[in-house]
């Protein structure tokens, strides 16, 4: 069974920045897609950022130029780099895991999220 951990919420300044980290434990088998998500209270969950095994990355356009997902194969650990934060980035950021094939999604993993939160 996975479990996902994120970590490294906090409260900072806005312009500052933080690294969020997701790690697993548990087996992990090929997961391809990789996701960070947020959601700020009375919204609805946004999607940040995604990054699938062969390295491409995509991101949401609120946060292009300011964020930064990466993975670390060897310590299961997905990653999001927050530069130039702003008092609208303050929200719950989760991780999401997946298995995707031909067949579509075999495998979906949830993180319970981190507190994200920039004062101006």
């Known amino acids: 069974q996975v479990q996902l951990v994120e970590s490294g919420g906090g409260l900072v300044q806005t312009g500052g920045s933080l690294r969020l980290s997701c790690a697993a434990s548990?087996?992990?088998?090929?997961?391809?897609?990789m996701h960070w998500y947020r959601q700020a209270p009375g919204n609805q969950r946004e999607w940040v950022a995604a990054?699938?095994?062969?390295?491409?990355?995509n991101y949401a356009a609120s946060v292009k130029g300011r964020f930064t997902i990466s993975r670390d194969n060897v310590k299961n650990t997905l990653y999001l780099q927050m530069n130039s934060l702003k008092p609208e980035d303050t929200a719950v950021y989760s991780c999401?895991?997946?298995?995707?094939?031909?067949?579509?999604?075999?495998?979906?993993?949830w993180g319970q999220g981190t507190q994200v939160t920039v004062s101006s």
């Open positions: 999401r895991w997946q298995r995707v094939t031909g067949r579509g999604v075999e495998d979906d993993y």
């Open positions: 548990g087996t992990i088998f090929s997961i391809n897609a």
């Open positions: 990054i699938t095994s062969s390295g491409y990355t």
